[in-house]
């Protein structure tokens, strides 16, 4: 079955960095899309990045120049750069996934994703 697990999470101080991974198993990793998430205590699950099969990228604008998504197929794994962290930041993290082409289109919904990992905890203090 499909497992995507979440890692790297932890905390730091605002104007850090932390890189998340997201070890993927149980299907074709390649051929799909692949997404950030992130949900902070009483708010909405939210997108943060998406990189699809062609390696072709999406950002929320609050990430944009301060997060980078990428992926190691061979080694099926994806990962999120985060740099100049803010407190705003501060959210558990999860990585999705879903066979179809959601950069560019309804990447940023979470309901557009069949497959979730745990998630992960980024606290950044100011």
């Known amino acids: 079955q499909v497992q995507l697990v979440e890692s790297g999470g932890g905390s730091v101080q605002a104007g850090g960095s932390l890189r998340l991974s997201c070890a993927a198993s149980g299907y074709t990793y390649s051929s799909y899309c692949m997404g950030w998430f992130r949900q902070a205590p009483g708010q909405e699950r939210e997108g943060v990045a998406a990189?699809?099969?062609?390696?072709?990228?999406s950002y929320a604008d609050s990430v944009k120049g301060r997060f980078t998504i990428s992926q190691d197929n061979a080694k099926k794994t994806l990962y999120l750069q985060m740099n100049l962290l803010k407190p705003e930041d501060t959210a558990m993290y999860y990585c999705?996934?879903?066979?179809?082409?959601?950069?560019?289109?309804?990447?940023?919904?979470?309901?557009?994703?069949?497959?979730w990992g745990q998630g992960t905890q980024v606290t950044v203090s100011s």
């Open positions: 990189i699809d099969s062609d390696g072709s990228t």
């Open positions: 999705a996934a879903d066979s179809r082409t959601l950069v560019g289109r309804m990447w940023h919904r979470p309901d557009q994703y069949k497959y």
